[in-house]
């Protein structure tokens, strides 16, 4: 049997929704004994994402981030459900949470506190814009932190309008982010014993994700904007769209062109070099535009790579999960079959060779692992007694 990377570390996991369920899926992939704390009856919010799961158990949005998992429900306003947390929390490695600044200390597991219990505990929290500050208790959510950080406002064309990245980018980059804290607090507690506390934003990852704008703005009083470069673009074709970047070449323009079967428009001198070409994109896109929907997707994308210019067809998700890469690289994981269908989930995008990730413990019903948590905590009492 694999022996994964993180086999042995314990987490006490009180988040939800997307932030922390990401970093502790993470972690739980990747061997580490992910114990779930959960509000009884109710649970992760995400159990009850879309409004189409009336009993919670099913959930695609739950599943696709609590694999790998044991969830404990308690009620955590009774003194033996928090004295059963505390007692996992003193044997555990890891504690992480989302909540607000604050939230942790009242319900009595604030860092400070844990840590009088467990030097060597590592104590990761995730917020909307950091421990302290004048954001401090404000609520951080995904699309809050783009339009905050500057995300929203950077567009490739500035005449659409203002609009939500479809995606949650903050989310996930501050959870990988949390991952990447818990990993280097092991590594440190490794050489020298100690635990730590380990805080990541979405706010602060939001800005982390733009540190080559942030910093051209910072020391050249200019905007770096990639996707607003002359020669790349999204086009429309005759039976759907591609996305084009005319970049890394000496002369990538006379290639587009040389792959449109148009006139070298490089050889105008109005298009001469990048900055006259960055002050006539509207011309260029224009002529791209017209060329593009005269054929097909995959006559488009051949022409273009014949001459060795980076394109791509732009798709459905559907498309991309249908797609041979995707298995190839192991992006689909079944979790099993439940009466309202099988559960299927997107996989780990790290590849080791040695530690292949696999559904061990599938999304957990809200409360199922209580009594075997409940049981190894009145075995551990029981030795610590003898």
Sequence with gaps: MTTLPLSGIRVVDFTQVMLGPCCTQMLADYGADVIKIEKEKIG??????????PDGLNNPVFCSLNRNKRSLALDLKRDDARAAVLA??????????????GVMERMGFGYEALRARNPRLIFAV?????????????????VLAQAVSGVMRRKSDQSHPLSIYATPLADFS??????????LALLHRE?????QQVAVSLYSSMLAMQMQEGTVHMMRNRELNWGAFPLT?????????????????????????AALEIEDLSANPRYANFDLQMQHRPELQTVFREEFRKNSTAHWIARLEGVDILCAP???????????????NRMILDAGETPAGPIRLIGSPIDMSAAEVTVRIPPPRLGEHNAEIL???????REDAA
């Design 44 to 53: 992760d919010l995400s159990r009850w994402s879309l409004g189409s799961d």
């Design 88 to 101: 996992l929390i003193d044997q555990a490695d890891v504690v992480v949470n989302n909540f607000r600044p």
């Design 126 to 142: 995730g917020t909307g814009y950091g421990l302290t500050g004048p954001y401090e208790h404000k609520g951080g959510q995904d």
């Design 174 to 183: 501050a959870g990988m982010h949390l991952v990447q804290g818990i990993l």
């Design 191 to 195: 050489k020298t014993g100690e635990g």
């Design 233 to 257: 673009g999204v086009f429309e074709t005759t039976d759907g769209a591609i996305v084009m970047v005319g970049a890394f070449k000496q002369n990538p323009l006379q290639d587009i062109c």
């Design 314 to 328: 732009v798709r459905t998700i559907a498309d991309a999960l249908q797609d041979e890469q995707t298995l190839i």
């Design 375 to 381: 049981a190894l905590l009145g075995e551990k009492s």
